[in-house]
């Protein structure tokens, strides 16, 4: 017999978001240090040899990759789990600035895979040329191919309408949990007591 899940409150998850903002501070800071010692630290890392730089370059290497994404994946869960501790049960106190700004940021983030073929499609309407890379790179324009390149502009903004909709759908349905949760904590709140 397999035990129930137990869900996690609302106040959890806010915990777990605060505490996912003091990481992606904690893995934001060295990382903006690497990054404006960028040059120094890699002329003094060049100047070794032997293990010694193998070690070092890979440390470097991995500080520049592992940093950033750490501090960028966490902030983005943050983010997300204090959307939805405003959702579950158990959130003691109401919505505040900071729970509408990261709601805002959290829509914002999740409309950036949709920002990359629009600005592809933009970028053809604005120059009136596109160019295909794979498998090999060719060049369209609107006054010398205009069926290949409205066919390339309008897959791009299909590309990025169907990303906003998932993006669109995935909100709604937590603006539709917010709600609802609003309104049963209010006929809770003036429900008469027995």
Known sequence: MQAPIAIVSGEQLLARSKRLFLLTLIFATPSALLAWQLAPLWSHIAALD????????TAFGLGLIVLPLGALICFVSALY??????????RQRPANTADIVSACAAVLASLLPAAWPASKAARALITGSITIRQPIEHHFSIASD???????????????????????????????????RDIVSKSESTAPRR
Do not use: C, K, M
């Open 50 to 57: 032997g293990a010694t730089f193998l070690g070092a370059a």
């Open 81 to 90: 789990w204090r959307v939805e501790s405003n959702i579950r049960p158990g």
């Open 146 to 180: 205009p069926l290949v390149f409205w066919e390339n502009v309008t897959y791009w903004l299909l590309a990025s309408v169907a990303l906003a909709a998932l993006s669109a759908y995935f909100w709604r349905s937590r603006w539709l949990a917010y709600r609802q």
